[in-house]
């Protein structure tokens, strides 16, 4: 699984700019087979200085099926309701370890994936 962290602030006036965006992407994320697994305001930073109002956490089967969404020409009609409408924007793509062990297994390898190497 791939998930993409979403972490930005909307610019002052323009909030109904990035609802509008929101009313259209939900069609566009279930053609890919896109699942919202979380999406909300911020109510407290416990560590660091990421600040942003709003987090989403999208996620995706695979990197094809993020690529595929991110060409999407549907896609990339409405994105600019949310390039124009945010600021401070971080995004992130997560591939997801099979289990906490998968993660161990990986760091006690300098980083290196043992299967291909990498």
Partial sequence: MIVVLNLFDI?????????????????????????????GLTRMIYMGTADQQFCGMIGYPSLKHLRAFSRDPDFEAIRPLRDNATTNYVLTAIEAFACMNDAVTYLENGGRDIISGQ
Avoid: F
């Fill in 11 to 39: 610019i002052p006036g323009r909030e109904k700019d990035y609802a509008q965006y929101l009313r259209r992407v939900q069609a566009i994320l279930d053609r890919h087979e896109a699942k919202v697994l979380v999406y």
